[in-house]
């Protein structure tokens, strides 16, 4: 099998001029690997221009080459037929895994040989990823999530997960690791980056005052402060919703990493309007499912190649020092999830904050956005049932509108005072009359005569006082 696909890539290569030597060969889960040494004098551009047609010609879809690092060999990666998938859970028991000693270690996925790709989310120190819908985005955060409370306690790691799509993440609220419950509401993901911004302040402040310069030091001296990872499973939602969001990843982005807060962000949107300079200036590693076009391959890997990707967690990794690496995500099953998390359920009222310095003012933002939540829910619950009078009342005066609400509330506070006044100065008859005008417009029409008469007998008893 493998012999009839390296002479089938040996005799397409050579109709389009293209000699040399096959060197090592590597069966993957989802490519086989052929290593190939050009002829001296072959170009490597010449193979890249024709790889669309040399994989035509052999009929596959996707083929990718690319020079090997530190050597003198290209590799094609050829699809294989049938594509493996990955179980996650197994690489957490591999020793690859369990003998990783990272602060924040992250699954990436395996290579193209099988063996795990870990990474330390400390050093990186924060994530970009993209990829079109369907990609493995999500299964990749997923990984990434499990694999860092496999191996960190909740008094070392504490998350705040932002989750638009409202179902992505929910299975992780009340667990012990979670700061609040999964933000899927913009205004208030906006507001938790700012308290990730007074967050990291007040643990600088720590710092200087314990003469130590970061995370490590200060937790070495054996003091208590849990690392933070923010998780934005849709950042075009985001940074669409409130431009100034894009101020505080920058802040954070280039601040946080000694203070131990560190963004994964996902973007199904790869454009220039989500990932801008600014974010990809400041998020120098950057992880791409397939993307739907070689421009969007530009803008988040800076070079085309993740359009061609096989879909299903095949990704390729940019790292700071500029290495492109292959990976396949692990497969997370909704059970890898449970799994993991279910020795960590809580009450939300049960979550430590113990180590986070605005600890209190979380606790606050906490219980509000929960109080919030329980509303919207309410109201998505009541949204099929018909209203009662106050309901009603209720969504007439929402639907006035801010400026109008205001108005109305100015000339009821005049109506007050006119009457108190009125009163006084015994001009009582005309205000009677007046009101009763008011009264009986508001039977007609609550909300324009109403409105109308209460200005004309508010004006008519201060003009005639
Ligand atoms: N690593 C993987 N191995 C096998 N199948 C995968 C893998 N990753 C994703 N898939 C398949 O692709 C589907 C979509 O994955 P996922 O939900 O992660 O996509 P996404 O990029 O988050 O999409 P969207 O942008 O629409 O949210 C999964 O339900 C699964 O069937
Ligand atoms: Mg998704």
């Known amino acids: 099998m493998i012999e009839n696909l390296t002479a089938k890539l040996t005799e397409t290569l050579?109709?389009?001029?293209?000699?040399?030597?096959?060197?090592?060969?590597?069966?993957?889960?989802?490519?086989?690997?052929?290593?190939?040494?050009l002829n001296t004098g072959t170009k490597f551009s010449t193979?890249?221009?024709?790889?669309?047609?040399?994989a035509r010609e052999i009929g596959v879809s996707g083929i990718r080459v690319a020079p090997v690092v530190n050597s003198t060999y290209i590799s094609f990666e050829i699809p294989q037929p049938q594509a493996q998938t990955i179980p996650f859970a197994p690489?957490?028991?591999?020793?690859?895994?369990?003998?990783?000693?990272?602060?924040?270690?992250?699954?990436?996925?395996?290579?193209?040989h099988g063996k795990p790709i870990m990474k330390d989310l400390s050093k990186m120190p924060h994530l970009l990823v993209a990829g079109t819908t369907g990609s493995g985005k999500s299964v990749g955060l997923n990984s990434f999530i499990l694999s860092l409370i496999n191996k960190k306690r909740p008094d070392e790691l504490k998350l705040i997960l932002v989750d638009p799509k409202r179902i992505e993440f929910s299975m992780y609220n009340n667990q012990r690791y979670m700061l609040c419950p999964a933000v899927t509401d913009m205004s208030m993901a906006a507001r938790w980056l700012e308290k990730l911004c007074d967050e990291m302040n007040a643990r600088y402040a720590v710092f200087e005052k314990n003469m130590v310069r970061n995370i490590g030091e200060y937790l070495a001296k054996g003091n208590k402060m849990p690392y933070i990872v923010c998780v934005i499973d849709e950042f075009a939602d985001l940074i669409l919703f409130d431009k100034n969001v894009e101020k505080q990843v920058q802040i954070l982005a280039q601040k946080s990493r000694a203070a131990g807060i560190h963004l994964v962000i996902a973007t199904q949107r790869p454009s220039v309007d989500v990932i801008t300079g600014v974010i990809k200036a400041n998020l120098p590693t950057r992880l791409s499912y397939k993307v739907s076009s070689p421009v969007d391959s530009m803008t988040i890997l800076n070079t085309d190649g993740a359009e061609d990707l096989l879909g299903r967690g095949d990704s390729l990794l940019l790292e700071e020092n500029g290495t492109l690496t292959r990976a396949l995500g692990a497969y997370v099953s909704n059970d890898d999830i449970m799994n993991q998390l279910l020795p960590y359920r809580c009450e939300?009222?049960?979550?430590?904050?113990?180590?986070?310095?605005?600890g209190t003012q979380i606790?606050?933002?906490?219980?509000?956005?929960?109080?919030?939540q329980e509303k919207a829910k309410e109201d998505a619950l009541n949204a099929g049932k018909p209203m009662g009078f106050t309901a009603k009342v209720k969504a007439w005066w929402n639907k006035l509108g801010k400026p109008m609400q205001r108005r109305i509330i100015n000339i009821g506070i005049a109506f007050v005072m006119a009457l108190i006044s009125g009163k006084k100065s015994a001009k009582k008859g005309t205000l009677q009359t007046a009101t009763d005008a008011a009264v009986k417009s508001a039977k007609r029409s609550v909300k324009t005569q109403a409105?109308?008469?209460?200005?004309?007998?508010?004006?008519?008893?201060?003009?005639?006082?």
């Open 451 to 465: 409105k109308n008469a209460i200005t004309k007998a508010v004006l008519d008893s201060l003009n005639k006082k």
């Open 348 to 358: 939300m009222k049960d979550i430590d904050y113990s180590g986070i310095i605005t």
């Open 47 to 54: 193979v890249e221009k024709s790889i669309k047609d040399i």
């Open 14 to 37: 050579s109709h389009f001029g293209i000699y040399g030597t096959i060197g090592e060969i590597f069966e993957g889960p989802l490519i086989t690997d052929i290593q190939f040494q």
């Open 363 to 372: 606790q606050e933002q906490t219980a509000e956005y929960i109080a919030q």
């Open 91 to 112: 690489i957490l028991q591999s020793g690859e895994f369990r003998n990783a000693d990272y602060a924040l270690p992250i699954l990436i996925g395996v290579n193209m």
